[in-house]
Structures are given as C-alpha cells and as structure tokens.
C-alpha cells in the first residue's frame, strides 16, 4: 500500500535539499531551469540517462514508486512514449506506464550527472533535483528541469555571464543583475520551466563550473536586488558590450505581448552615455563621428568595442537572399517575403531611424524589384552576418565604396543589445575603484538597491529574510493598504513594536544593522479574522541617486 505519508516527506526534502538555510532570500526562492543538450540545440527530450545511479533517487511523484537503485548501479535511463516514462537501470527495464513527473535527486552531497551532458568542456553536474516534466506539445517528450534554490541558480550563472578576472565589485553587479533577471525575466518563452540555461535567458553551466570568487560575490550581495520607482524589481537587462553608450529598452525590443515596435519606455532603462560629454547619437553624422572614432568609455578594451565588417556586393547580395526571406518571418520585414525571387538586385541600403546611442532601429534595402523596411536591432543583425556569424550590434555606420566591384563597410561599436549593465563596462568600472552600487546605478538609472519585497499575511507564523550589507544604512519600507494597525520587527535580535501609519511607513533602522551578513523578522500583531489582509515590507540597503 502507498505510503502518502512517506512519500511526501521524500518530496519535502528533495525541495529543500539544497538549501543551506531556508529563510535566507536566496535560498528560499526555487528556480526551474530547463537543461538543453551540449550544443543548446533542444530542450526537447525522448530519453535522457543519468550517471552514478547509486547516487541517485528516482521517484514518480504520481504514485510515489522508487526505483530500487542498487549499490553498483551504474546508468540510470528514462525513456517517454505517449505521455507515459520509463525506467530503465543499467539498460534493465524496472518500471513502465509511470505518469510522472520523475523526481531525481542525489543522496548526501552528491550532484546530479546528465550523461554525456558537456559545459565548459567538463560533465555538466547539478545541484538541487531535476524534474522530467512532460512536454506541453509533444506527447513523446519530456523537457528536463533542474529545480533548485536561486543561490545555488547564481552559482552556476555569474562565473558564465562574466569573467571572474573582471574582480568582486563587476562580479556583485552582474550578480545582483542576474538575481534580478531570475526573479523578472522579460518573457516565459517555455510552459515547462521559468528560465533556460542558454544566452537566449541567462547562461547557467552549473556546479562543474563555479569559481570561488563569484561564489563570494553572491554570498556578499545575498538577497539584494535592485528595485524601481514603484518598489518592484527591476527587469535587469545587459549585454557584453555597450560601445560607450547604452540604449534606451523601447529601441531595441518589441513588446513582448503585442509585439509592437518600438515599444514602451521602461525609466532605468534609458540610453546612458559613459561620459557625460557624449552627444545623443540619432542622426547618421553623429554616429559616424562616435563609431568611427575610440573615445574613452567604460567598455573600451572589450574587443567588440570598435569592429568593422565588409562585404563586395555579389557577396551581400547573396547573404541577404538567404537571411530576407528566414527573418521575414519575424514579422519585422515589411513587406513579407515569400521566395527569393521577390527580393532582386540589391541597389542600396539607408538608415532611416537610429536610437540614442545611434542603434539602428529602422533600415531601408532598395532592390530593383521593391523596397524593404527592417526594424529591430536583433532583426537588423540577423540580416547581415559575416562568416555565417550575425553583426555584432545595431550600432554601425555603412559606408559604400563605388569601385570596380563596390564593397559596403559596415563600422560599428557593441556586443549584444546594449540595453542595461555592460559587462565589459563593469569590469573596467569595478577595476577604476568603482562599488557595485555605483556601478548598477550608473547603467539602471533611478534604481535603489534592497531586499525582495516580502507579503506579511495576518494571523501567519514570523516571516524571516537574510540580507549582506556593508554598508550600516537601512530603512524598512512598509505598504500598508489594509491599514493594519501594529508589526513586530526583529532586527540581528533587537525587537521593534511599530505602530503602522495607513499606506506608506518609513523606518530607519540603521542602528540595528550590522556590516556584513543581517536577519529581519516581520510578524502582524493584528487580532484581525480576515487572513488575506497584509503588509509588503522590504528593507532599502542603498537609495536611488540618478533621478
């Protein structure tokens, strides 16, 4: 007979088996990551099998039944046909017509290994469970979803955003960026999981690829993120490479409902120059003056600070019969390509609209036989690769040159979108002397720095969060719309009786904090019956300055 009981006290400590200490922000927000194969090509999965099966636990959390592992076990394989897994140990079939989703986790303190699963070159092993969650459009696929604490998350992402040799403060900035991103993607591309491990969310390689100091990194930062004007975390968008100048969200993505283009403004994320002196870069002439010179910028010794590319014009023309017809479909190519024969000849190519930091976001192809509008920097960028690789940014000035054969010179500044925190900027910026805060609030403008914004329900047990600070400033932010009249705060074990104005209260609680690693416990001491009224606290480390 099932053992419910047993059973669920097997998934309570297969969700809390990575965490170190459950209260702590970090740890206490889970995190479902969808694992593709080695070359990020599908998230998609018929059969995946796992190595030091006597490691592992495998469970079907539909009826509760464990796959008995043996000592010696070696491989386990799972295998999924009509919404139904599986089991197989060591190519032994132990278990079929399971529901699922299949449970893995390690025993003790182990990781989990997805065999012959490659990152960085090394066997890719992870902490937390993994999850094989059937497909919501395959009936014979699972996708593969590694569920673990967000600490354990940005472990494996902020040695592979950024390199570790950019120091502490560029490693806190891209940590808190990353957190934040976890927390707010811009889109939830996939049903099965919240965020994917490749470059299309954020890079996640892991355990087999933590590095000691992006681990302090996190530890130092735990549970600070960065939050808007309206007290909400912001969507922390960043590239590699801004090229001195970053550019303003509406300008480099669509909306991602209505797919609109440009799309709304979002305030901490406006064009930023590095240096105050630089001009707004939305005509042809300026740009050409920025991107066709090397002014000093924060990112100016990343490689894709200044690039250029050419192609003579039988090559573009053959470039652009492949690459029109495949990014007319994202809807950004007007008029819609059908066949390569309504393109023609290629006659020129003009800028028609640029962002501030001289993006282009909107570009004319003229053809014997019509005239093309592309819009969008990724679209833009697709368009034109170079050696089957897309351009590196939005960010060039064309040049043609009118000889025998004419050539087309494209000259450009940037990596990536350019929107948010340069990593390269980060790293020089660290390097000058530069804090983390500093550096956030330089490429997220009007941003503060504090904990995750936590819901206190009445007539609910103490809530406890964990924060790091080194700096012994503080104040708790409380929104009080139910207008509960009294809390309990618990600062490092110094208890405080608030009585709670309606709306909005401010309370400094400097003195209670200390530098380093500081707890808060919040507690409503309202007699109310109604259990779905509360308070949204969270505790501001660092202020907003570029308002």
């Not at 919501?136 to 390199?163: I, R």
């Not at 819901?455 to 104040?475: G, H, M, P, S, W």
Request: hydrophobic fraction near 35%; glycine fraction near 6%; charged fraction near 25%.
């Amino acid at each position: 007979m099932f053992n419910l009981k047993k059973y669920f006290l097997i998934i309570i400590s297969i969700l809390f088996i990575s965490a170190q200490n459950t209260y702590a922000t970090d740890n206490y927000i889970p995190i479902r990551v969808g694992i593709s194969n080695t070359n990020f090509q599908t998230y998609l999965f018929d059969v995946v099998e796992f190595n030091n099966a006597a490691s592992l636990q495998v469970i079907d959390s539909t009826t509760g039944y464990s796959a008995p592992i043996e000592n010696n076990s070696s491989i386990i394989k799972v295998t999924s046909e009509n919404n139904l897994y599986r089991i197989y140990i060591d190519e032994k079939l132990v278990a079929r017509n399971l529901t699922g989703p299949i449970l893995i986790s390690a025993r003790e303190n182990n990781f989990i290994s997805i065999n012959n699963l490659k990152r960085k070159g090394k066997q890719a092993l992870y902490r937390g469970y993994i999850e094989l969650a059937r497909s919501s459009k395959d009936t014979n696929k699972f996708a593969v979803v590694n569920v673990l604490s967000l600490k354990d998350y940005l472990k494996g992402v902020v040695p592979n955003e950024m390199p570790v040799r950019f120091g502490l403060e560029a490693l806190k900035a891209q940590t808190i960026a990353a957190r934040n991103y976890a927390v707010t993607p811009r889109v939830k591309a996939y049903k099965e999981f919240d965020l994917c491990d490749s470059v299309a969310c954020q890079v996640y390689f892991g355990a087999n690829t933590e590095e000691e100091l992006s681990n302090k990194a996190i530890e130092q930062t735990n549970g600070v993120i960065a939050l808007d004007k309206e007290n909400a975390p912001i969507l922390a968008l960043y590239s590699s490479t801004a090229g001195g100048y970053t550019e303003s969200y509406e300008y480099a993505f669509s909306d991602p409902k209505t797919k609109a283009f440009p799309s709304k403004d979002i305030h901490y994320l406006s064009a930023v120059p590095d240096d105050k002196d630089f001009e707004e870069l939305d005509t042809d002439e300026k740009a050409e003056r920025f991107y066709t010179s090397s002014p000093k910028a924060f990112d100016d010794l990343s490689p894709y600070y200044r690039w250029s590319k050419t192609w003579n014009i039988n090559e573009l023309q053959e470039v652009l019969l492949k690459t029109l017809p495949a990014q007319s479909k994202t809807g950004f190519i007007t008029p819609q390509i059908n066949s390569t024969d309504e393109i023609g000849k290629l006659e020129s190519i003009k800028v028609l609209k640029r962002g501030k930091s001289g993006k282009i976001i909107k570009l004319e192809i003229k053809t014997d036989k019509n005239t093309f509008i592309i819009e969008k920097e990724l679209v833009i960028r697709r368009c034109f690769p170079k050696d089957g690789i897309s351009l590196p940014s939005a960010n060039f000035v064309i040049t043609y040159i009118n000889s025998e054969l004419p050539v087309y010179k494209f000259s450009g500044g940037g990596f990536g979108h350019g929107v948010g925190l340069s990593q390269w900027g980060a790293g020089k910026m660290g390097s000058l002397g530069y804090s983390f805060d500093k550096i956030l609030q330089h490429y997220y403008q009007g941003i503060k720095l504090a904990t995750i914004p936590v819901d206190v329900l009445c007539n609910t047990k103490e809530i406890t969060r964990q924060f790091y600070t080194e700096i012994k400033t503080a104040k708790v932010f409380i929104e009080n719309k139910d207008k509960l009249e009294k809390l309990k705060l618990t600062i490092n074990d110094k208890e405080i009786i608030v009585k709670l104005k309606h709306n909005e209260n401010e309370i400094d609680i400097s003195k209670y904090i200390e530098k380093g690693k500081n707890t808060i416990s919040y507690l409503l001491l309202d007699e109310d019956k109604d259990y779905t009224k509360k308070i949204t606290a969270f505790v501001e480390i660092k202020g907003a300055e570029n308002e």
